[in-house]
């Protein structure tokens, strides 16, 4: 069952586990679960997707009930009215704050970003963070004695394919668990010290204006399984937000 996070006559939000498509794609042909079906079957109806999330990523999806509710959403979202905000543990210490201000060129949807359309110019792509922790351990990942990790909060504000993921890796502090754009020997680490087989990315909350009658609505969870257990076992659960 997913776990519903907030329903009414036109929208239904869901807390998307991480591992689970939002729907049928070329990004894994061999997948038969979808969060579109499962939530489908679940609610006996029809569902309206008004955004994605990445497969690897967890956290708030957002649904249309009707139609009309879910293209609404879609503008919402196109217009930058829907503020999200994200966690992540990457690697390294970046600095305490930030803006990343990098275009992004477009990536075809069914191909999880593997090929890059070139005939496009770069979009405008825009991510401010914020360091909450971090962890210096004595061990040797990569080619330095001690490795170091941080959990940030993130808070795209554009919504260009995979930009927090790209954005990271273009500030040297990629996500841990992006087999994308991290680096595995990390990721690696990662599964066999804590068993962690996730990426640690996790849209934590959303705040936009009701579809229907405008009023601020805002939706959150918190970090569930082996993402909560990495922040418990580093000692930074007072640090993370109550996105409750």
Aim: glycine content about 6%.
């Amino acid at each position: 069952m997913l776990t519903i996070l907030h329903q009414d006559d036109d929208i239904i939000a869901i807390h998307k586990p991480a591992g689970l498509l939002v729907h049928r794609s070329m990004i894994d042909r061999t997948e038969t679960r979808f969060a579109v079906q499962l939530l489908r079957d679940q609610i006996g109806q029809r569902v309206y997707p008004a955004h994605r999330l990445d497969k690897g990523t967890s956290g708030v999806l957002l649904f249309g009930l009707t139609p009309e509710a879910g293209r609404t959403l879609m503008q919402s979202f196109e217009a930058q009215q829907v503020a999200k905000r994200y966690l992540a543990v990457v690697r390294g210490h970046p600095e305490p704050e930030g803006r990343i201000d990098y275009p992004l060129r477009r990536q075809h949807d069914d191909l999880e970003g593997r090929f890059v359309s070139h005939d496009s110019a770069p979009q405008e792509a825009v991510t401010d963070f914020l360091r909450l922790a971090t962890i210096e351990l004595p061990v040797e990942v990569d080619r330095y004695p001690t490795s170091r990790y941080a959990l940030l909060e993130l808070r795209p504000l554009t919504g260009r394919r995979h930009q927090l993921r790209r954005h990271m890796k273009h500030i040297a502090h990629p996500i841990i668990g992006d087999a994308t754009h991290g680096k595995g020997i990390h990721n690696r680490y990662f599964q066999q010290a804590y068993q962690c087989n996730r990426m640690l990315l996790a849209c934590c909350e959303m705040s936009l204006p009701h579809p229907r009658h405008g009023t601020p609505l805002r939706i959150g969870t918190p970090l569930e399984g082996s993402f909560a257990d990495i922040i418990s076992r580093f000692g930074w659960d007072e640090v993370v937000p109550d996105f409750s």
